[in-house]
Nanobody, 126 residues
């Protein structure tokens, strides 16, 4: 079992920044594609960003492109989501996810990930 623990959420004013972290325990982190998803009240969970295990390629939802940056440190089993120029529409619970299948390529679908963190709340005030 892979356990994912997120941290770094909080309350920030519009235009501000936050950095989310997700640390994995157990398994071979360097072989996991990692993703971030978010879910706002009354809405479905949606893709935010992903980083592949094999070439560290990244992909972002259009709504966050240019504002969010995803990176990974395999020596710390951790991914970081740097969120800049935050908007009230970014308010949601953010979930870290891991795909341990070894599948290559960009993974943006919920069902492509097999482990999930408990989520961390991000609130952006206007």
């Amino acid at each position: 079992q892979v356990q994912l623990v997120e941290s770094g959420g909080g309350l920030v004013q519009a235009g501000g920044s936050l950095r989310l972290s997700c640390t994995a325990s157990r398994g071979t982190f360097s072989t996991y594609t990692m993703g971030w998803f978010r879910q706002a009240p009354g809405k479905e969970r949606e893709f935010v960003a992903t980083i592949t295990w094999h070439n560290r390629a990244t992909n972002y939802a259009d709504s966050v492109k240019g504002r969010f940056t995803l990176s990974r440190d395999n020596t710390k089993n951790t991914v970081y989501l740097q969120m800049n120029s935050l908007k009230p529409d970014d308010t949601a619970v953010y979930y870290c996810a891991a795909s341990t299948s070894g599948r290559m390529g960009i993974l943006t679908q919920i069902n492509q990930y097999d482990y999930w963190g408990q989520g961390t709340q991000v609130t952006v005030s206007s």
